[in-house]
């Protein structure tokens, strides 16, 4: 078998689980995240699986570094959990079928766990870690197989290793490229039924105000003939003018209930939320020749909040910012947390033209805007959410110096005990 044929079955097997996921994610409507990271993991756990059952035994020894790709996924997607136990299960593989040194490979995981550790903290691009993690585990592999194993039949030849290793990167280049395909299509999938969502909202909208415009026009009409010194006219037009009150009311109401917002709360790191806001954000804000400046802790601070709709108060905040630049100076936009005894506090603050002081007043409310298209919507939702979660969000801003938005949520009472 070629070296080609090699590295296209390493993509298949790792890759097909994958897609499932991606396919899955991308056509379920109501996929928390919970159930994201679970099918994530089951993704993985296939693809190991696919590789040590049917790899080895088209190909032989060649998917002996193969097997540590899914590893190396989880840890680019910071799932920890998952990573830590495919490589134990990795570890009794290499224990139980090449009889390596269990210590030594115990030091090498842990190894492994501590240059993801370290790479969260100081981001290398993905390409580059990757053949990294792979050109250690070949370097690794070799001394096991040299030296601390006691089955040294597996390779017989340099060509054999070489083939091994070469296939191993490739793979995972690979892989890693389809990887971030498939989020971009996913990102513009979840894009496109935003829009959908938001073309019902106003959709919605135009179904409201017509059906209160009908009762209101018939009380009006009823008014403008209503005679105060006619008891005729107080007997017929004032039950008719109540009925069409109480039918606005039910009308707002219903509409009302159809519009409230869910929060649905787990527990999450705030600030792997952040950082995976600016990722997303990052190329929009780069077309837009907007320097982006984030100061965001590595450290894991945790809050009982709905992961999505903070994720949706902060790109909205972004983009009001983003919007706000109407001049070509020297643009930039900050993103910095402060932490307190109780509260996370996220500052997002941009050099934009600003807000009026009068404006400013009235920027919370429904359906004021002074963008030309805009609906009004998105600061009130923004504050409803965050009034959710028992925070508040908070708004500086001056005529031509910029805007500062501060978010304070709570976070988990025994974060700091």
Known sequence: MNLSEIILLNVIFIFFPLSIYLFYIAHNHNVSKEENNMFFGLALFSSLYLLIKFGFKIYFNVPALSINIPIFLAYFKNRKAEAIVLSIFVMIYYFVCYDFNFYFLLIEYV?????????????????????????????????????????????????????LFISSVISIV?????????????????????????????????????????????????????????????????????????????????????????????????????????????????????????????????????????????INLVKNSIESFSTDKNKWIKIYTKLTKKNIVIFIEDNGSGISKE????????FFTTKNRGTGLGVSLSSEIILAHKGEINYYSEIEVGTKVELIIPIKKDYLS
């Not at 190894?111 to 993690?133: G, P, Q, T, W």
């Not at 009925?243 to 209930?257: A, C, K, P, V």
């Not at 404006?359 to 429904?366: R, S």
Request: charged fraction near 25%.
């Open 111 to 163: 190894f492994f766990y501590l240059l993801y550790s370290m790479n969260n903290r100081f981001k290398i691009n993905d390409y580059v870690f990757a053949i990294f993690l792979i050109v250690l585990k070949g370097l690794f592999f070799y001394l096991s197989l040299h030296y601390y194993g006691t089955n040294n039949t597996l390779l017989t030849s340099p060509f054999e290793f070489f083939a």
């Open 174 to 314: 690979l892989i890693i490229f389809c990887l971030k395909i498939g989020d971009e299509i996913l990102k513009f999938h979840m894009n496109i039924r935003e829009l959908e969502q938001e073309k019902q909202i106003r959709l919605s909208l135009f179904k409201i105000t017509h059906e209160i415009k009908n009762p209101l026009a018939v009380m009006k009409g009823y008014v403008d003939m209503f005679d105060v010194n006619n008891d005729d006219h107080g007997k017929r037009y004032i039950p008719i003018i109540k009925g069409e009150i109480d039918r606005t009311l039910i009308l707002l109401q219903d509409f009302l209930t159809m519009t409230k917002i869910n929060i649905d709360k787990e527990l999450i790191d705030i600030n792997l939320l952040l950082e995976e806001v600016c990722n997303s954000m990052r190329p929009l804000l780069n077309e837009n020749k907007i320097d982006f400046i984030t100061k965001i802790s590595r450290n894991e601070i945790y809050i009982f909040g709905d992961y999505n709709r903070l994720n949706q108060v902060i």
């Open 359 to 366: 404006n400013l007043e009235k920027i919370k409310e429904p």
